[in-house]
């Protein structure tokens, strides 16, 4: 069973940096592209960076290009989200997620909040 769990989330100053952890379970973790979206309030939800299996390749919305770092270390199937120069409107519940076997699955998220 796919299990991905979130932490890391929390309250920060505009300017500030966090870093988002994504445990996962219950599949070959190392084949398998992530990716990390975000749900603002009355907001649908986005895709902030994505990575793909043997961290060939990234990619990033273009809001948190040059701010964000996604990487992966598939010794420890876990995915993190680097995220710097954090802003008020990155406030979002952060979610991790995969395509596996025609099923997307998500984590439950945690939130973080940019305010001063």
């Known amino acids: 069973q796919v299990h991905l769990a979130e932490s890391g989330g929390g309250l920060v100053q505009p300017g500030g940096s966090l870093r988002l952890s994504c445990a996962a379970s219950?599949?070959?973790?190392?084949?398998?592209?992530m990716s990390w979206y975000r749900q603002a309030p009355g907001k649908e939800r986005e895709l902030v960076a994505a990575?793909?299996?043997?961290?060939?390749?990234?990619n990033y919305a273009g809001s948190v290009k040059g701010r964000f770092t996604i990487s992966r270390d598939d010794a420890k199937n876990t995915m993190y989200l680097q995220m710097n120069s954090l802003k008020p409107e990155d406030t979002a519940v952060y979610y991790c997620?995969?395509?596996?076997?025609?099923?997307?699955?998500w984590g439950q998220g945690t939130q973080v909040t940019v305010s001063s």
């Open positions: 990575i793909t299996s043997a961290r060939s390749s990234t």
């Open positions: 997620s995969t395509f596996f076997r025609g099923v997307r699955y």
């Open positions: 219950g599949f070959t973790f190392s084949r398998y592209a």
